[in-house]
Each structure stands twice: as structure tokens, then as C-alpha cells.
């Protein structure tokens, strides 16, 4: 049996499509419930979707394949009616879930997946270093301007009193 659970953007997600064939449901009505009750499924994140050609009659169109997460996933099979399927469903997608995690968690960091954050951590070092420079210059910076300033002042107020000792 294929898995009901995939990655999709790095998240463990169930497609419509698949609760759809799971559930011997019409796509088009589950993409319905999905935009009926989309701010409550986005109370537990954006709804991920993919725009993909898919078969229609003799031809093709364009569809929004819909990801949900596992809250959202949750949630949107308390919207179907509770029959025998469904209910076997449920418990099968609370398995796949469970199962999924469990498997990533346990899943060893590769070597290529260390050097790869090595790279990034140098990465982001030399961007720290590169932004701790530049903050030393701008404070050189903001002390030579302070410096100007308090000189402007003090020519503007020799020359006040320049005008005060000429005048009397």
C-alpha cells in the first residue's frame, strides 16, 4: 500500500487527491470544503498547494492540488460525514502521521547533510564578520560627524562673539 503521508515543502502533508481516492470521494467537492472552511484550516498554517495539469474528459486543465499539514488534515476529516470509510480513514491517517515523524526522527544526518551545514554556518560567519565591519565603520563614521558637529558649533559661537566684541 502506497504511504498517505509525503513531504511537500519540507512538511508532512496528505494531497486532497489522495484523501479524494482514499475515500472514493469527488475531487471537486473536497476542493469545495477546503475553500468553505479555509480560515479555520489556516489557523494551523498556510494550505500548500501545487497548480498542476491534470486529465479532464479528452483533454487537460490546469488544478490547485491542495496540501494539508497534519492539524489541517485533522481538522478537515471532522468536515466528512462519519461513516465506515471515513472513520477507517482517520485511523489510518493518524498511523501515517505518527509513523511518518517517527521515521524522520529517527532518520541519521548524512555526511553530505553535515558538510552542507558546515558550509552555511562559514557562510554565515563570514556575514557576521562582513556586518561587524560595517557597523565599525558606521560608528567611525557617526564619532566624525559628531566631531564636526560640535566644531560648527563652536566656530558659529566664536564667531557671536567675534560680532559682540566688535560691535562694543
Known amino acids: 500500500m502506497q ?7 519540507n ?24 475553500r468553505t472552511h479555509k480560515a479555520d484550516l489556516e489557523k494551523f498554517g498556510a494550505i500548500e498547494f501545487k497548480e498542476e495539469i491534470v486529465k479532464a474528459g479528452n483533454g487537460s486543465t490546469k488544478k490547485k492540488l491542495y496540501y ?14 462519519n461513516t465506515k470509510v471515513v472513520r477507517e480513514f482517520k485511523v489510518r491517517l493518524i498511523q501515517e502521521f505518527f509513523r511518518m515523524k517517527q521515521e524522520l526522527n529517527n532518520k541519521p544526518t548524512s555526511h553530505h547533510q553535515i558538510a552542507g551545514y558546515k558550509s552555511q554556518l562559514a557562510q554565515k560567519e563570514k556575514q557576521i564578520q562582513q ?10 563614521i557617526d ?5 564636526i558637529t560640535r566644531a560648527l558649533q563652536d566656530a558659529h559661537e566664536y564667531r557671536k562673539i567675534k560680532q559682540i566684541i566688535q560691535g562694543n
Do not use: G, P, W
Not at 556586518?131 to 567611525?140: F, G
Open 3 to 9: 504511504s498517505l503521508v509525503t513531504q511537500f515543502n
Open 68 to 81: 494539508l499539514n497534519e492539524q489541517q488534515s485533522y481538522l478537515f476529516i471532522t468536515f466528512l460525514k
Open 11 to 34: 512538511n508532512l502533508v496528505i494531497s486532497l487527491i489522495k484523501v479524494s481516492d482514499e475515500l472514493s470521494a469527488d475531487i471537486e467537492s473536497m476542493q469545495r470544503l477546503i
Open 143 to 147: 564619532c566624525i560627524a559628531s566631531t
Open 131 to 140: 556586518l561587524q565591519a560595517r557597523v565599525m565603520q558606521l560608528e567611525d
